[in-house]
Structures are given as C-alpha cells and as structure tokens.
C-alpha cells in the first residue's frame, strides 16, 4: 500500500515551532524593554528579565541540538527527496534597494540616514509580517538601544514622513440596512461594512517601474496566444503611448472570515508583463447549482451584450428568471458582456469538472486498482519549480489542491488511469484531457478549431458514458472555451492561478478583527514605499561547475568525448556545468537531480528539419565560446502508442499521440544547442514505456 506522508516532514515541523519560540522571545524582549520616548533610558532596561530569556535561548539551542542528534538518520534521509530552490531557480525580483537619499544622519556621526534605516527596518517588518502595534514597539526598542539624541521615527504618522509617503487609501463605511454612505461610524461597527480603495495608480506605477525591461519591446518574452495576441486584445486601437491593460478578478469565496466581519479582495494585474494572466476583463467561475442544460438543446446563437440588459431588465419586471437571466447587473455598466467576461479554467476544469469526473470513478474502482494510482502518483518526479506532492490518495482527493487537479487533468492523469478504468470512461476522458491541453496553451489555430471539434464530441457523448446529472452549467460552459481561447488567449494565460496565490501572502497582512480592509492597503501603501531594484532580464548562464574528471562524470565520460569529436568541438575549450539558465527557466541535469526526487532534467525539443516533437534526459550542459549546448540521452518511441488503448477515432490519434507519446528510454546521446530545448516535462510508467507530457507554460506553476 503506498505510503502517504504527513503534509508537513519533521524537519518543518521543528523548524516552526523553533520559529514561534523565537517570535515569543522577541515579543517578550519588545514588551520588557519599549517604553514611550520621553521615559526611556538605558537604565530602564529589565536585565534580569533578558537573563532568563538568554537562558531559555540556550536551554532552547540545547534541546534542539539534542533533537538533531536523534535525527541525524532522518536528515539524510531527507536530502535525498527534498530540494531546496535556491537563486539559480527563481527570479530574484524582491531585494531591498534603499535609494540615495539626502536625509540627515540617524544620530551624530552615523554612517546612515534616518531615511535609510527606517527602509530597512520596515523592510523587515513586512517581510516578518508585523502588526502596526508590535511595528511601533520594535522602532521603540531600537530607538532606545541607538545613541542619544536619534531621530528615528516610533509612530506610523512618523514613519510615512520619514518614507516620503502619504496613504492614498480611501476608506467608506455604508449602512447594511440602506446600503447608504455614513459620513460617521456609530457604536454598533457590525451595522456598517467598510469599503476600502487603494491608490490604484500608484500602485501600476510601482510595478511598471520596477518591470520596464519587460514591458517595452519584449513582444518575443509572450507565447503565440497569450493574451496579447489573442483577436479581443488586437482589436483594441493600439495608442501612441505604450498601452496599459488589466485583467481584473474578484474571487466569490471570502478572503478572510472572523466573527465580526469578513473580507472580499479585487485583484488586478498587467497584461503588457510576460507570464501574466492578463487583460481587463472580469474573471468569473461558474455557478454550481443543479439546472441541466442537455446538449441536445443547445443554442448555437452567440449572446450579446444588449440581449442580456434587455433580459435583464425583463426579469426584473416579471419578478422572475428570463432565459436564465436574473436582473440587470451594476458590472454590466462597467463591461461588456461576454467579451469581457471569461471564464477562469481554475474553477471550471480543476476544481469543478475534473473533480466530479473523478467522485464518478470512485465507487466502481477496485481497492487494488486505487492503490496501483495511488502508487503512480506517489512515485512522481516532477520539475523542481513545480511544489506538488500527492499526500492524500485519489480516493482522499477532497483533500487535494487545484493545482493537484491542474497536474492530473494536463499531464498525468490520462496515463494513470487508462489501464484501470472501463475502456468506455478512459477513452472519454482522453477526449477531455486533449481538448483542455490544446486550449490551456495552444501552438496554432489548427489546435484550438481540433480542440472546440473535440469538447463537441465530449459534451454529446457524456450522458452516455455516464448518465444526464452530468450535464450541469459546468459542463456546457466548455462549449464555449474554444471561442474564448481565440478571442482572448490560451485558458493557461487568463487564469486566477496567479490571483489565488497572491491570497496566501494578502492574507498575512490581516491582524485582528477590527478594520480589515484598511489593514490590508495601510501595508500595501509600505510595500509601495520600499523601492525594490528595477528587475533586468537575466542573459542565458550555465550554474554549477562540475570538472570532466569528477567522480560524477565517470558513466558519461567516454561517451560525453566522443560526442564531442563527432561534432568538431574541442573538449579542451568546453566549461561543464549541471545547471543552465535562460531567462527565466533554469533547467537541471540528471547528475544535479540524483539525489532529489524532483526531474527537472526531461525535456522536450524541436530539431531544424523536424516538425515533431523530440524527447531526452539531460545529462549536463557545456558551454563553448559565448554558446552553450545540452548533453542529451534520448527517448525513443515506443512500439504501442497511448491511442492503441482506447476506443476513438482514427482522426485524433495523431494530435492524442504527439501530446501524450508513450516512450523509452534509449542508449543513444547527442548534442543539441541549449536553444532547441522547448518544455520540460514529467514522465509517468505505462505498461513498459513511459508517457511524457509537456508543461507549455512553466511559471503558471511558480
């Protein structure tokens, strides 16, 4: 039985609560030692107090070190699965840059200003995630500990001065029985709600500063249908100032719930910066809820925007429902229906139908047959820059994230469940898995018309795979996707991924009960203030040295020369190395990721002369001259492919296997210019071959 670990390893688990004791014992350190300006002095300083917080730090590294010994078996055991991103994988984009600045010393003699210091300090506040309260106490304790007189500020007021900054937040409370603006607040706050706007300008302007090298004139950093390209956006008058666009998301699930209020963010981001889900249209999931809409009904006719505010306001005179429309919406006034309205795969794919596809296989599969999935996941090796660990079982998948149902219905799904499922239920779940992988992030539009012909087929043949529960608002919004990918890009680049992870972070800034919302634009309005160095497109770099006469080196030695000679390079000029980085993918090497249980080391690329796909494990990169070029064992296909398994027309095996090629491992190597290498991808056991599967676009995972 496959053996499902706890979220968390040990090694976290201490690691945090050693984190907590030392945040108590900062706390405890702040509350003896901060008093007002006017009162403090060295002398007030508690020692005794300090004493034993001292003591319980030794007493605390005691124990850990204890701890420690026990587990040095563990820790070993850890390395060898776990891997830790270090700067050769990310984008470092969030340094301190403290500006020069012509303010006066923080005391005399100082070597720093007071503008200077307060950066820092406010720099580690946030990053420690620190209340306005505990801020205040901090800046006091250190004010105290400086030499007397200093003039670093100790007040919120003191410290936006200082920063040069004024909140442009706007905060306005109204009635929740009128639903009217209160120009004061009463002694009952729960019969107000609080409505909060942000500075949106400053805000663009700060992210626009910061990402100019990727904004103008970097066209070629875009993928075919993103956004940009896609015939909504092109359709728009280009100005002669360079065009600032947004994508706006307003996500129906609450981003934070205390017993007196709850909070509901409006994201926004930039559709001129790469790798951005992008444009200025609303993002909407779908309703779940239990109306059929039977295929056999569909209405092929394209809703306008004025169809639906006359609907609207029809219902709204009945008092009832007219052709599924409710009443007239305020957004309507704001955007035009669809055109700007999308629909967010997040919530359609992952979380609703994939979901429901799998609770239906559930309860015919054998225990065996379960645990044989179960098995396929937990032995996964996927790209360091991809954090997915399956934890819980298929079974358990309640438990699962979006990004869990992202991987599965994209790359790993397909191969999984193929030799377990009905033939029936497998072959029509190889129809569904194409389609969304072709408008996730599709190449040309021979994809996108193949993948619209085969959501088609999917939504007429599912309530007869299954039965016609099946064929809810969920299901019939797919009819859809494939108009929406042309008019507004590929489904991977106008998603909430990029919104749902910035709720983890918007959710730190939230301390208490009391003025949620002004809490969270008080810090954004900080994070504006400290400047951040402008981010500059990386050039491609090979990371990590390794000599040709290292132990590594010894089962591809030989075989690594003779390629080398083959080709007319000089082994005697090449530099190795078992990392490359291109502007923004780093890529590993079979020798680098040995230890790990990440494989960020399989690759896809595309020869000159060859329009198809081609597949192989690198085994180390080498620069020559200012070029540098990737050591490959290649993949060679295999003598069944992924549609022998199925029931489906001969017109899809083509795209059904270029996309998911059923493949082994040869003992052919060559060389191949760093430069032809397309996606990483993960590989997956079928029968006696592998199933390798591309991840088109690597930073929706990031």
Known sequence: MAHYKSTFSPKVEMRRERRLQMRNIVKSIMDNHV??????????????????????????????????SQNDKFEESILQNTYTLDEDDVLMDDLFDCPQDLSPPLYNNARISVKNATYQLMDFVM????????????FKLVKNLLPKPNILPTTNTQILKVLERVSLFRSKFYCNGCYELCITRGVEPLRFSEVVDLDISSQIKTVIERNTSLLFDRHTLFQRFDVPYADQYQSVPAPKQQRITLIIHADGSLLVRTTKSSLWPVFASIVELPHQPTLYFVVSGTWKGQVLYPYNEKNDRRRVHADVVLLGKEAERRLMPVDGIKGVSPMLKIFTYPDQTIYDY????????????????????????LLEIDNLLDA?????????????????????????FRLFVLNIGLPCVIPHLPR??????????????LL?????????????SLIDYYCR???????HSIELLSLHAHLHLAEQVRRHGGLGFSSAFC????????????????DLASQVAFWFDLRTAIHRPHFQLQSPAGKTKILITSMKMEKYRSLLLNNLRAIGHDDKQVVLFLRYKDMFNTYHSVLYDRPFKCASFIVSYKTPNIDSNLYGNIVLFYQLKDQFFAFIQQYKKSNTTIFDFLDLPEAISHSLNENFPLLHLSDSYGIIPAGWIQHKCVSVSFHDSFCLSEFRVDFEHD
């Open 346 to 369: 997040m919530h359609l794919i992952c979380l609703g139908h994939t979901a429901t596809l799998i609770r239906r296989w559930l309860s015919p599969l054998e225990r065996s047959k």
């Open 35 to 68: 008093s007002s300006e006017e009162s403090s002095s060295d002398d007030s300083i508690d020692y005794n107090s300090s004493r034993n917080i001292l003591d319980s730090i030794q007493l605390d590294s005691t124990t850990s070190h204890a701890t420690a």
């Open 461 to 467: 043949a599912a309530p007869e795979v299954y039965d």
């Open 499 to 514: 919104f749902e992870s910035c709720i983890r972070h918007l959710k730190k800034l939230v301390h208490g009960t009391r």
């Open 380 to 404: 996964l090796r996927l790209p360091h820059n991809i954090n997915i660990s399956f934890n819980h079982s298929i079974n358990d998948m309640s438990e699962w994230h979006t990004k869990h």
């Open 424 to 437: 029936l239920n497998s072959s029509h779940f190889a129809v569904y898995c194409l389609a969304i992988k």
């Open 127 to 138: 990053e420690a995630n620190l209340d306005k309260s505990t801020t205040t106490k901090l």
């Open 440 to 452: 996730h992030c599709p190449k040309s539009h021979h994809e996108i018309n193949l993948a619209e």
